[in-house]
Structures are given as structure tokens and as C-alpha cells.
């Protein structure tokens, strides 16, 4: 799954794809922590805004906390 193929509102997509690739771009843990903390808020946010529904705040989640888990393993491997 790819972060553009989610759709979500006018609007929304490029930040998170922006959020994405803060987190996949991430030069440190602790950037890495930032930019997953920031992409978490902005998806609670959209979901408790009820701007999405909770299947597409869930595989946001999914996306942005796998590309988390794999920048981690990059950064610390």
C-alpha cells in the first residue's frame, strides 16, 4: 500500500504525504520520533474531526507507523 492511494480530503494529501516523507526522509531516532508524533496527531485529528472514517485513519496509522518501524530499522542497523 501507498500513502497516495488512500483517499482521504482536498487537502489532506499532501500533508500527509509531506508527514510520510518526514518520517522516511528522517536523518535521527529522535527526528524519526518527531516526525511519527506529528503524523499520529495529524491522523487523530482528522479522525476526530470526523473527516475521515476510522478504516481510513487505521491504515494511515498502519502506513506511517511501518514506514516508522522500517526508517528505525535503517537508522539503527
Do not use: C, W
Amino acid at each position: 500500500m501507498n500513502i497516495d492511494q488512500i483517499s482521504l480530503p482536498k487537502g489532506a494529501g499532501p500533508h500527509a504525504e509531506k508527514l510520510f516523507e518526514a518520517i522516511t526522509q528522517a536523518g535521527s531516532v529522535s527526528e524519526l520520533n518527531r516526525a511519527g508524533g506529528k503524523a499520529e496527531g495529524f491522523v487523530l485529528g482528522l479522525e476526530t474531526a470526523k473527516v475521515i472514517k476510522s478504516q481510513v485513519a487505521e491504515r494511515l496509522y498502519v502506513e506511517f507507523d511501518d514506514a516508522a518501524t522500517q526508517r528505525e530499522a535503517e537508522l539503527t542497523g
